[in-house]
């Protein structure tokens, strides 16, 4: 009653008959296939994700490649544009800090966006690289335009104008008020003295 009883044959059946029903014979354990057939479609997704990445940085450099008759033409002491491909997760052509071409969820669409403090612009957005080629010379103007304007409205080195010449008019005016200020008190103070 309280010893150990013996196993017996019937007792160790169903155990075999448990590992036989998991490992057939020529058939793999269904976690190994379904590793394997995970791995292969995860190496199909990413080989379709570069094939994607290397069509997308084709389409940049033929977008490039159409952008330097424009960039030719920038003279060279304007240093305001630095035309480059960055190739990370999402392969962008940069125009300049804040202005980049990278393509849309369609692979086959161009969108020009320009980065702002309030978020990202859309410029343009064409399947037609000749249309992208368009609005990136109407930016280059713009932005050529702008850096005219800033250089005309800025003083010439050594003149005292604009800024710092009204800066220096108020300074003359805050010491004038605090001297006249000063001479008035005294003038209170020695008449105050005087009457009393």
Same mark, same amino acid.
């Given at each position: ?25 020529? *058939?793999?354990? =269904?976690?190994?296939?379904?590793? $394997?057939?995970? #791995?292969?479609?995860? %190496? /199909?997704? +990413? ?60 692979? *086959?669409?161009? =969108?020009?966006?320009?980065?702002? $403090?309030?978020? #990202?612009?859309?410029? %343009? /957005?064409? +399947? ?69």
């Amino acid at each position: 009653m309280w010893g150990r009883s013996k196993r017996t044959g019937s007792a160790a059946k169903p155990a075999s008959a448990k590992s036989e029903i998991l490992e057939e014979p020529g *058939r793999a354990p =269904r976690l190994k296939e379904a590793m $394997r057939s995970a #791995r292969l479609e995860n %190496a /199909e997704r +990413s080989s379709v994700v570069v094939d994607l990445r290397d069509a997308e940085l084709t389409r940049l450099e033929i977008l490039s490649e159409a952008l330097d008759p424009l960039f030719a033409d920038i003279p060279a002491e304007i240093e305001l544009f630095d035309r480059a491909i960055s190739k990370g997760d999402t392969p962008r052509l940069w125009i300049d800090a804040v202005a980049h071409v990278m393509m849309g969820r369609d692979t *086959r669409v161009y =969108r020009f966006l320009l980065d702002t $403090r309030y978020g #990202r612009k859309i410029l %343009a /957005e064409s +399947s037609d690289a000749n249309e992208i080629v368009d609005a990136v010379t109407r930016y280059v103007a713009r932005r050529m335009i702008e850096r005219e304007r800033a250089l005309a409205d800025a003083p010439m080195p050594g003149s005292i104008e604009g800024p710092a010449r009204r800066s220096g008019w108020r300074t003359f005016r805050r010491v004038l008020w605090w001297t006249v200020g000063i001479f008035a008190a005294l003038y209170i103070a020695v008449w105050y003295l005087a009457n009393y």
